[in-house]
């Protein structure tokens, strides 16, 4: 079974530039921005610019060089917003995924949470 994606979701349109958004770093093959909805402190989204429904999407179909252009980006993301372990201090990063996972956006993307003690759980 693929996976069918929507250009018609939210991320999309913000990767589209049709609506705007509080972008915190970007590459060739990803973008970070902050939650509409922020549930920490640090609440920020990394999106790969590909069309990608989920994680298990991505991680099967997207080829290597746009894999570490997102995590790539996700490490600036963290160093950037001082949470890094090497900075003392941490965060979380989750993804949510289809029904049962609560997924809303169905573009994949990845919280990275922080700023503050993360309870067991968030989204
Ligand atoms: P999900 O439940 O799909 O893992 O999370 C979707 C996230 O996207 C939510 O945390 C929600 O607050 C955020 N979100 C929804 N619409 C927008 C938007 O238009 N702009 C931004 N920056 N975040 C959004």
Redesign the pocket.
């Known amino acids: 079974m693929g996976y069918d994606y929507d250009d018609s979701n ?2 999309a ?2 990767l589209r530039g049709e ?1 705007p ?2 972008t915190v770093a970007e590459n060739e093959h990803a973008l970070a ?7 920490a402190p640090t ?1 920020v ?1 990394v999106i790969p610019k590909g069309r990608y429904v989920s994680f298990d999407d991505f991680a099967a179909n997207a080829p290597p060089e746009e894999i570490t252009g997102f995590m790539r980006l996700c490490a600036e993301v963290v160093r950037a917003e001082g949470v890094s372990l090497d900075q003392g201090n941490g965060f979380r990063a ?3 995924a289809g029904n049962d ?6 573009h994949f ?1 990845l ?1 990275i949470l922080g700023g503050r003690v993360i309870g067991p759980m968030l ?1």
């Open positions: 939210i991320f349109k913000i609506i958004n509080d921005f902050r939650d509409i909805s922020p549930k609440h989204l989750i993804t949510n996972g609560v997924q809303e956006v169905p993307h919280h989204l």
